[in-house]
């Protein structure tokens, strides 16, 4: 009997070893990601192992797992949620090109030109506004209004250290320089802007009543509208340069394991298809392919900011400690990196299991019989 369980152990250990399987890094939230991975998994027949990021230290946790791993990499590719942190990625020399077939259509505005990366199904930055406590003729017009002493203490925004925030942080910078950005969030800081983790933490508050209004992404509001709070969305900054618009972006890391694996996902995840459905799901994506139909919550027409990525990544590295001082406190490391590390946990622990019973099972039946 032992032995014909060792014997059985072997064989499962071996169909593993022959099983196709990608794994990715997510900083999509969770619940808007592992519906389009799971469905990727069922139709492609390939296993796809995610570890997914935490509303903590979107992208920047990520980001520094990858820049952890490079001599030796765990992931084939990274989904991120936001592109100035993978423009930094390509910077270090830790992407490889891979120009999907269904990039086409896509405009070349959210494309690396080396093809290192490519955008899809984008986020805007807007007002998350509660109806109970203010009218959409009292909200603020522009950025800038945060500063107004006439919504003191009524507004929220995520601190600029990780995620979308992050990449706004490093437009503004970009755009308008140092000393400019860092007076604009003083001014807020001195008006009594609440500055919380997360973009969700935002819209959380607002939903609940405990701020009039606040600054997140199109997602985190149709979130809130689908769960039936009377909040509202409005896009800022639309009499004159508009609002920025951050696109979801997708690329394969230098050395990944499983590179076929990786490129199968890769085109699935910039199909129009996949658009379609991050547009009609909760998470209210905005499909950069054309045709593709719209969120249903998110007004489209909308005027948006020009923005230079790569510039905005290179602003993020110079003033990073800037806004670490200003806000509290350095980012999140890799070591606050937790959600989804069980399950990749557990398959590392089941598989340095079935290696071992593989070798127990090899010195079996090489010893000598007892006389």
Known sequence: ?????????????????????????????????????????????????????????????????????????????????????????KGLGLLQPYVSPNAQGIPAYYKDPDGTWTGFAAR????????TMISEAELPKRFLDFADPKFRGKIAMAKPLTGTTLTNAGILYARYGAAPTEELFKSFIANGVRFERGNGQVARLVSEGVVACGLTDTDDVSVKQREGHPVGMSFLDQADEGAIVIPNSVMILKGAPHLAEATALVDALLSPATESKLAKGASAQIPLHPGVEGPAGVPMGFRTMTVDFAAAAKAIDTHKMDLERMFGGAAPTTTDTESGSNSTILYMAIGALLLALAFLWMGFRRRPETV
């Not at 805007?124 to 109806?131: E, F, G, I, M, S």
Request: negative net charge; charged residues 25%; glycine residues 4%.
């Open 1 to 89: 009997m032992p032995r014909l369980i060792i014997a059985h152990l072997l064989l499962v250990a071996l169909c593993c070893a022959q099983e196709r399987k990608v794994v990715v890094y997510v900083s999509l939230d969770e619940e808007h990601a592992r519906v389009i991975l799971e469905e990727f998994e069922r139709t492609s027949g390939i296993k796809v192992l995610p570890l997914f990021d935490t509303e903590d230290n979107k992208t920047v946790g990520m980001v520094g797992r990858i820049i952890a791993e490079k001599a030796s990499p765990v992931a084939d590719v990274y989904w991120n949620n936001e592109c100035a942190q993978t423009v930094r990625l």
């Open 124 to 131: 805007a930055r807007v007002l998350v506004w509660n109806k």
